[in-house]
Nanobody, 118 residues
Framework: VQLQASGGGLVQAGRSLRLSCTAS????????MMWYRQAPGKQRELVAA???????EYGDSVKSRFTISGDTAKGTVNLQMNNLKAEDTGVYYC?????????????WGHGTLVTVSS
């Protein structure tokens, strides 16, 4: 599975940005697609997750501001980010979890940089 993320850029605080991720390859048995981010000097953290049953989960810092959507069966996931804050700055990574015979396996895409100016 290959993941391609897009939509990052420079935006002022309070504005919105939309990230998109498209998966290609064998999409069978993808159980979830997620967005992670890594701010400078910090560990990678989960931003939002979308399961193959349509359930969405969010990190505490982005609840009520970010919305994840998409279709894991089609390998697409989007992240609508509203009311962006300087602390949302970081590299955003798309992730897909696939069930394989040994067990769950994670695929990662190259990140897309989001910079929020205050």
């Amino acid at each position: 599975v290959q993941l391609q993320a897009s939509g990052g850029g420079l935006v002022q605080a309070g504005r919105s940005l939309r990230l998109s991720c498209t998966a290609s390859g064998n999409l069978f048995s993808i159980t979830a697609m997620m967005w992670y981010r890594q701010a400078p000097g910090k560990q990678r953290e989960l931003v939002a997750a979308l399961t193959n049953t349509g359930n969405a989960e969010y990190g505490d810092s982005v609840k009520s501001r970010f919305t994840i959507s998409g279709d894991t069966a089609k390998g697409t996931v989007n992240l609508q980010m509203n009311n962006l804050k300087a602390e949302d700055t970081g590299v955003y990574y798309c992730n897909a979890v696939k069930i394989t015979s040994p067990g769950p396996y994670e695929f990662w895409g190259h990140g897309t940089l989001v910079t929020v100016s205050s």
